[in-house]
């Protein structure tokens, strides 16, 4: 008998082949042909019996970063310098310190209880050391001087501060005791609470003027000007009071109230620079 046509173009040898091929696959313990999906990959690599890939463990949580009160107030007087009042949230501050809100309650009540702590510290900055012992032109001057000084670092605080009654403790010893100068010199107490209101308002106006952006005039609007234009050169420029601008200031201020508040029993023994009198005019007498 002839072969057929499938037949002719088989080989014996390919009849072969394939019956060794199952019969390969057929043999228990032969590993199986590789699958190429990713998802069967693992569990056809090694046949039916190999063990199942153990599931991936979670990564173990970061720790909240440790803080303590301190940090937070720290924090807290940062956001307000650079982000101001505004900026001052529980929020926020909770964002900066790498925690969350709730985390800070442990330390502060609520957004009001920070506002009051970094009072408090700017407070302290402003008094914290100062022990007044001198006449009163003397902790007059010291007390606008630190005013300004720390007001400067902390421009932003000035709202805060000023909206709040003074009823901080380090705030008071510091009125206690610039009081108890004007006191030791005679004046009368209504005097002596106008005196040291002057000095403050005083020196908060000029830290607010000497921080604030000062955006000068356009060449355009200074040419129709000209005595604007020419007043408003070099540091004045942008209309900012500068350091020496508050001394002197701050000496004519004194200069007023020595003139027209002080006892004629206060002294300026205490006080190395005494009232001054403008160029070609007498020192006006005290009333």
């Not at 060794?20 to 039916?48: F, K, L, N, Y």
Request: aromatic share 4%; with cysteine.
């Amino acid at each position: 008998m002839g072969l057929t046509f499938a037949e002719q173009a088989t080989p014996a040898g390919g009849r072969q082949g394939r019956a060794r091929r199952q019969s390969i696959r057929a043999r228990p313990g032969t590993p199986r042909r590789i699958c190429r999906s990713p998802r069967w990959h693992s569990a056809t690599v090694h046949g039916d019996d190999a063990a199942a890939p153990r599931p991936l463990e979670p990564a173990p949580m970061p720790r909240p970063p440790r803080i303590s009160r301190a940090a937070v107030l720290d924090e807290a007087l940062r956001t307000l310098d650079e982000e101001g009042v505004e900026g001052l949230s529980m929020r926020r501050l909770a964002q900066r310190l790498g925690v969350t809100s709730p985390s800070l309650y442990k330390y502060v009540r609520d957004r009001e209880g920070v506002h009051e702590a970094v009072v408090d510290a700017i407070v302290r900055e402003i008094t914290g050391d100062w022990h007044p012992s001198g006449g009163w032109r003397t902790e007059l001057t010291s007390l606008a001087h630190r005013y300004f000084r720390t007001f400067r670092r902390h421009p932003n605080a000035v709202p805060l501060v000023m909206h709040r009654p003074t009823r901080n403790p380090h705030s008071l010893d510091g009125l206690e005791g610039v009081f108890g100068a004007l006191s030791r010199d005679g004046w009368p107490p209504q005097d002596a609470a106008r005196a040291v209101l002057l000095v403050e308002s005083y020196a908060l106006g000029a830290t607010l003027t000497a921080v604030s952006p000062g955006i000068p005039p356009s060449e355009a609007d200074l040419e129709t000007r000209p005595s604007l234009a020419a007043a408003l050169t070099g540091e004045h420029r942008a209309f900012r009071l500068t350091e020496e601008d508050f001394h002197l200031g701050l000496a004519m201020v004194l200069d007023g109230i020595a003139r027209d508040l002080a006892p004629a029993s206060a002294a300026d023994g205490h006080d190395a620079t005494p009232p001054t009198a403008r160029p070609g005019e007498p020192a006006q007498p005290r009333h």
